[in-house]
């Protein structure tokens, strides 16, 4: 299969249909729609089953229940469906199901608008649901890239027993780039014995259930939950750095976002500015590797966000005080150019308005 | 090499088609494309615009604020386009629904009674390829061949009948260009 052009959209739903994912259950919204349609044209034509619950409630308990079993299944929404989901996260977690949730985030707060952002950040990386929980979030860039992650979300689900997030925004959603869809030369094999699928007079129940009364059984259960997090800190997370070998200003972006501060980083070099990029791919775990590495040597980091500033958090805590951190966003729908990040960094390093 | 383009008109009128083939064709012949639609609400009632970029490279930001080449289907579309054509670059305008007239000296402006001349041609819907033609003629991005090639990929193979209009009407543009029409 040669490239082709598709839309963000249907290149994460055919990137799961290549991960194995025969199950979808969602509900429609901008701008993420193209996705589910996509899912029900495309399901049953691999075996699969597609259905458009009543509720994003609805969806994601579904998505509880189709896990259950050990089965690939993924639901997909934009922040206000989104946020309707977040009980149901919680209750994965806390299960120990893995699911793939796709979230294309839009302008909020409220019903907001449908316009691109990624304001959705607090509510991914800290635990969007009740409980002491955090899950992998992936956030591509591309959609070349998307085709890459979305199978690394089912394998990091499957190896750890865990919901992955994949977030984009409505503007990675929307937009056509040429992609390709290899086949994986070797894939992972994950043996799901805790699966309800039935004993076969073969062993004794099985139970799948977040439910747990007896308070020291449950702390029990946070230690090893815990546990795993540590384990997936320690082993998933992903990042990539442009041009920060002599940089003395590093730009945080992840998304769409990054690829903008890219065009601007690339005018500021022109200019003789030493600037360069970390982006988080995994935005949690966050990737501090990158900042203990350079926080002595850089004059400041600039975090570029389609929000108020939310990722800035965990850079400050990565940079830990050993260097300044600086801001840029535009909130609520609104995209930053690169022209604004490209005065941003002028200001910074040159310390006057360009 | 690195086109930014932006296409606005009114919804119907092939804008969102016409930088899909752009960027259908680019990808043919191996270049690194993006295509972004306006998805706002913008759309009814007012402009409807994609963003393409074309480059030598892998695509940085698909966002496009300051065009290399804006092409424009109405008047809405002028008034919100024409100040943001970057310095030196390309203003390609369908004259027939456009009223205005550029006055900026920095960079280069294309009338086209786009939509006359495709009415002329018989299909009014064709007044797109008639300003891609010229566009193609001009900055020579993309070749004739790729969009022809593209246009049967795109076009599901009940509509393949209508390729030939859509081809009359790029010679058409490409033509325009070539007596120097201004």
Redesign the interface.
Known sequence: MG?V?MKGNEVIAEAAVHAGCKYFFGYPI??QSELVAYMARRLPEVGGLFLQAESEIAAINMVYGAASTGVRVMTSSSSPGFSLKQEGISYLVGSELPAVICNIVRGGPGLG???PAQSDYFQVTKGGGHGDYNLPVLAPA?LQEIVELTQEAFDIADRYRTPVILMGD??LG?????VEFGERSETEQFKKDWATTGTRGDGGPKIITSLELDAESLERRNCNLQQKFALIKENEVRYETYSIDDAEYIMVAFG?TA??T??AI?KARQEGVKVGLIRPISLWPFPEEPFIETRDQVKAYISVEMSAGQMIEDVRLAVNGHAPVDFYGRTG?V?P???EIYDKIMMVARGVQV | MLEEIIIAGFGGQGVMSMGQLIAYAGMLEGKGVSWLPSYGPEQRGGTANCAVVVSDEPVGSPLVTRPSTAIVLNNPSFDKFEPRVRHEGLLIINSSLVVGTSERKDIKVLEIPATDIANDLGNSRVANMILLGAFLELTKLVSTDSIIESLKKVLSSEKHHLIEVNKQALIKGAALVAVGIS
Request: charged share 15%.
């Open positions: 490239k052009l901008t701008p608008n449908i316009q591309s409505g503007m929307q937009m056509m780039e040429p769409t690829r903008i890219m065009n690339n729908g995209v150019t690169q022209e």
